[in-house]
């Protein structure tokens, strides 16, 4: 309870399990909730809060991806995505294979990035995080 708490306070995501209501064990995780902790039900939860899909799922322009934060891409971010892979790319080969400005490419490699979805590789090059 005190690591919930001291997590809470840091602004840190804390999942509780509730428990029967009548149960003197379940009085933590029951304060959990109600100062705010994520309600967890079942696995699904924490793959969702987590960002991680049970099972790939296949898009038409980014092929399968594993990480549910790639289904939120605007279609910008997924024009960049869907053209990285396993394969570094530079900048200028992002250019060419998706038709946008150098401009865009950069700012949305570098959104892809803090999104933790692409990697940047020494000599500016890119590629899909796993």
Do not use: W
């Amino acid at each position: 309870m005190i690591t919930a708490r001291l997590a809470m306070e840091q602004g840190r995501e804390v999942f509780a399990v509730p428990g029967q209501i009548d149960n003197p064990k379940a009085r933590g995780p029951h304060r959990l909730l109600r100062d705010g902790a994520r309600l967890i039900e079942s696995i699904d939860d924490v793959l969702d809060e987590l960002g991680v899909l049970p099972t790939a799922v296949s898009t038409d322009d980014a092929g399968p991806v594993q990480n549910s934060q790639v289904l939120r891409l605007n279609e910008r971010e997924k024009q960049v995505y869907a053209v990285l892979d396993s394969t570094p790319r530079g900048i200028d080969e992002v250019v060419a294979l998706t038709g946008l400005g150098v401009q865009e490419v950069t700012s949305t490699l570098t959104v892809l990035e803090l999104k933790q979805l692409v990697c940047k590789l020494v000599g500016s090059r890119y590629v899909r995080k796993h």
